[in-house]
């Protein structure tokens, strides 16, 4: 293999052309190389049906170095995340591909708590190019262990609720697991804190039968239709692994990934007195308006960067998020659909007083708009200079422009647009969102506008 690996989320692909078994034993020798021959190395699965062929491939690769490796068996991905935070552990690594289909697998890598950043990823792939690998002698191959991790890390979430409010005196939640890791974690964490839960799809299976892993609204309809018929409070669903956490209401209605941000944002700025909102590039200005009226700040950084914003402002830094995934930094890096889990269930049964819409009334709900757009790999280096020559002659009351991952204009009227390039599809993203329709269409009109003379130009310079 050559090139890059890593992609804006770890590594993910087929197990038939990419993530194999051989991709599996260079990734485990060159961490082990990457911590010097020494060190713990804990590694989790979700459920997928090729887990025990990457894992026992790269347990082999980690051993060889002379690093002892921790099974910690089927475990989500907030709970492998953790783990690498504990003491006398170097580092761990999760193989799982999220939300893509089963016939996929992957890996993501995490050091401190946090994913690892560019510079320890291009470590990684330069040593699997290469295939230079240390190897330790004969008396000095790795120890492998095994470790439950489930009860250590749902006692530190339930302190970590338990700081930020009570337990519910019973409201009833819905879990829908997605088959996956995070399967005997959600449902048994809020039964702790006292909701009455009822699951669906909550065995682990790695042909995902229930739905699709991933929780957007076209795969939870049977979700939505459950929670319409019924009593639930709120209804939450995760993908495979439990780093992403998806909310519907007692309607049956899909709350927006932005507004959920908000929410917990806004909570964590006034329990600090303040901070900073470090969010994705591709996220909503409520999130901007609420953490302003709450005396915070916000930052946007690349999609999939999050963490190498975490290695200079950690300090000031009270929550991040990308789209489904909240990381709630006083508990840790990692990106928690579990403690989110938690938390809006906690926030449904105090502050909404046992219903999600009166929850969610406190939260301003804006017109978006998602789409995307054929651009050809080679038209995408013209493609977004062109972009911005275009577009921001044509955007009146600009307050900021921002180019960290693609050519964002925001208002002053906190209305925006987004155009970016995806980093694994021939195709260019468009994100707008305003106050209202009329707003919301008239900047709609003109990126679409912008991004078809752009692309012709590219293709044609």
């Keep these: 293999m050559t090139g890059k690996i890593f992609g804006t989320s770890g590594i993910r692909g087929s197990i038939a052309n990419k993530v194999t078994v051989d991709l599996a034993l260079g990734l485990g020798r060159a961490l082990g190389t990457f911590l010097d021959c020494q060190g713990v190395v804990g590694v989790g699965t979700d459920a997928r049906t090729s887990n025990d062929m990457l894992c026992n491939s790269f347990v082999a690769g980690v051993v060889s170095t002379g690093v002892d490796v921790i099974n910690l068996g089927g475990a ?143 795969n939870l309809g049977d979700a939505m239709s459950f929670a319409a018929d019924s009593d639930f409070g709120v209804t939450i669903c995760h993908d495979g692994d439990g780093d992403r956490l998806a909310v519907i209401d007692e309607k ?90 938690a938390r809006i269930a906690q926030m449904v049964s105090e502050q909404g007083n046992g219903s999600c819409m009166r929850l969610m009334k406190t939260v301003p709900e804006y017109p978006i708009l998602r789409d995307s757009f054929p651009c050809p790999d080679n038209a995408k280096p013209l493609f977004l200079p062109k972009v911005k020559e275009l577009l921001v002659p044509r955007i009146s009351g600009v307050e900021r422009v921002l180019e960290e991952d693609g050519i964002r204009i925001e208002r002053k009227d906190d209305s925006y647009v987004l155009i970016r390039v995806s980093g694994t599809e021939p195709k260019a993203r468009l994100y707008v969102g305003a106050k209202t329709k009329k707003a919301l269409k008239k900047l709609e009109d003109i990126a679409r506008d912008v991004m078809k003379q752009a692309l012709e130009e590219s293709k044609n310079p």
């Design 252 to 341: 049956g209605r899909f709350i927006d990934q932005n507004r959920v941000i908000a929410l917990f944002a806004r909570d964590e700025v006034e329990r600090e007195g303040g901070g900073t909102v470090v969010v994705s590039i591709d996220t909503s200005s409520v999130i901007d308006e609420l953490v302003r009226n709450a005396g915070g700040k916000v930052i946007r950084a690349p999609l999939g960067s999050l963490q190498e914003t975490f290695s200079s402002n950690l300090d000031d830094i009270v929550f991040a998020s990308e789209p489904w995934k909240p990381i709630f930094t006083r508990l840790g890096l990692w990106m928690d659909g579990i403690t989110g889990a």
């Design 76 to 218: 989500p991905m907030p709970a492998v995340g953790a783990h690498s935070a504990m003491n006398g552990v170097s580092a761990s690594v999760v193989i799982t591909a999220s939300h893509n289909p089963p016939t996929d697998n992957g890996f993501k890598f995490f050091k401190g708590g946090r994913e690892f950043v560019r510079s320890e990823e291009v470590f990684i792939e330069e040593r699997v190019n290469s295939g230079e690998f240390a190897v330790a002698s004969w008396k000095d191959i790795g120890h492998i262990s095994r470790w439950d991790i489930r009860q250590t890390f749902l006692e530190r979430v339930k302190d970590f609720v338990l700081e930020r409010g009570g337990k519910s005196d019973g409201v009833r939640v819905l879990v829908d697991a997605a088959n996956g890791a995070a399967y005997n974690y959600t449902p048994d964490l809020l039964r702790e804190l006292g909701f009455s839960v009822i699951t669906m799809n909550s065995h682990p299976d790695g042909y995902f039968p229930g739905r699709p892993a991933e929780p957007a609204p076209r």
